[in-house]
């Protein structure tokens, strides 16, 4: 995500373009502790989305709420920050990173907060896990090496393995439905762009590079598309687009002079869910496949970083 990537020591938040931190952090009130206890979290609305926020104050805490919003249910208490939530392919794991130990680690926890267990140990950040369909793998973002570049492990984190070797920054991955490829960000040429290359890191392929800055990129459940943040300059509004897989038909589906970014596909592939700052503090909102109907699901300032899960 472009507003939350750029600055350290901040969470999903890592460098993806050097400077602008666009965003303070604000204490905010969660939601009334009522509304837990009428809805259950039971999936309603289509699924689970888990994201990050700041609402506890600066150190990101991780919840879990109902798709249409309600139910909004805290899962980390610790005194870290806690990000990048991912759900595994059957929703029962969400795999995230965490500061709590000095340095960003990945993580899993069960969706009802329970059996936490730590995954890696490295001594530079570890972000961005993306599951591999089956479940099995895990494909993450990591500073280990010096520069960002992505590894692949097995879902316990052993055979830790790195599948991109270079002097530029290669991150935020995310796996085809069908888990042979890897779409992923990369600066090869200066500019952010979206690639795609094998899941053992062979045949790179450009997908979107031009002279804006295109980044995180979230292919549909069907294979057939993927979405993307694109910005011209760091200063800039950013919007989420759609692309065929293929990246030769773009289509823009936010249009405003705010920050919209982080797009992922609900697990049927007939919604989004997306942050942006157009009230005034970053908030979730769902939308349209075609950009249209977009509504707001969470009130909370500082709302980051969807994953959706199905029921």
């Not at 600055?7 to 890592?14: E, G, N, Q, R, S």
């Not at 609402?55 to 309600?70: C, I, S």
């Not at 982080?262 to 909102?285: E, M, N």
């Amino acid at each position: 995500m472009f507003s939350r990537t750029n600055h350290l020591p901040h969470p999903a938040v890592i460098t993806i373009f050097a400077g602008v931190g666009l965003l303070c952090s604000l204490m905010c009130s969660a939601p009334s502790s009522s509304e837990s206890q009428i809805v259950p979290l039971d999936g309603r609305g289509g699924g689970y989305i888990a994201f990050q926020t700041e609402r506890h104050g600066p150190k990101e805490a991780l919840y879990v709420m109902n798709a249409d919003g309600t139910a909004q249910t805290r899962l980390t208490t610790n005194a870290g920050s806690n990000v990048c939530p991912a759900f595994s392919p059957d929703s029962r794991l969400i795999a995230f990173s965490s500061d709590r130990t000095g340095d960003y680690e990945i993580y899993v926890i069960n969706r009802d907060g329970t059996d936490e267990r730590r995954l890696t140990n490295s001594p530079g950040y570890d972000l961005h896990p993306s599951w591999s369909p089956d479940g099995k793998t895990i494909a993450f973002m990591t500073a280990r090496d010096g520069n960002h570049e992505i590894y692949i492990m097995n879902s316990d984190g052993t055979n830790q393995t790195r599948i991109t070797n270079n002097t530029w920054n290669d991150q935020l991955p995310d796996w085809t439905p069908d888990g042979n490829s890897i779409l992923y960000s990369s600066t090869q040429t200066g500019d952010n762009g979206i690639y795609m290359m094998n899941k053992d890191g062979s045949n790179i392929r450009v997908v979107v590079n031009t002279s804006d800055h295109e980044i995180d990129g979230r292919i549909s459940p069907n294979g057939q598309a993927f979405v993307f943040t694109r910005t011209s300059s760091f200063s800039s509004p950013r919007q989420v687009w759609r692309a065929t897989i293929d990246g030769t038909t773009l289509t823009q589906l936010t249009n405003n002079a705010a920050v919209n970014e982080d797009a992922h596909w609900s697990p049927d592939g007939t919604q989004l869910v997306f942050q942006s700052d157009r009230d005034g503090s970053y908030q979730l909102f769902l939308m349209n496949p075609d950009g249209g109907n977009q509504r707001k699901i969470s009130t909370a300032q500082g709302d980051y970083w969807p994953s959706w899960g199905k029921k």
